[in-house]
């Protein structure tokens, strides 16, 4: 299994980015997936999740009403849209295909500065 994100890069508060997660090798479209992030200094966490069946949550506070996160089947890709971005959400993050199986992409980072 492959794991692939891209998008991230470097934006002045209030901007936007959409995070992509390309992944090949595994049945994309029965996987429950999600995002994680590790800032600065802290653990990594668990952002948002999709399900196989587009059923999201948002598991940070600080996201919900500015994170969207979705999924094309037919192109086995999670995305990440990320608007209004804060400095606190500066840090790598992650895809993660949760079930059936557990696979992690390598991340991409993301800083939020003026």
């Known amino acids: 299994a492959r794991l692939v994100e891209s998008g991230g890069g470097s934006v002045q508060p209030g901007g936007s980015l959409r995070l992509s997660c390309a992944t090949s090798?595994?049945?994309?479209?029965?996987?429950?997936m999600s995002w994680h992030r590790q800032s600065p200094g802290k653990e990594r966490e668990l952002v948002a999740t999709?399900?196989?069946?587009?059923?999201?949550?948002y598991n940070v506070d600080s996201v919900k009403g500015r994170f969207t996160v979705s999924r094309d089947d037919a192109k086995d890709t999670v995305y990440l849209q990320m608007n209004d971005l804060k400095s606190e959400d500066t840090g790598v993050y992650y895809c993660?295909?949760?079930?059936?199986?557990?696979?992690w992409g390598q991340g991409t980072q993301v800083t939020v500065s003026s």
């Open positions: 993660k295909a949760d079930w059936p199986a557990i696979y």
């Open positions: 090798g595994f049945t994309f479209s029965i996987y429950h």
């Open positions: 999709i399900n196989s069946s587009g059923r999201t949550e």
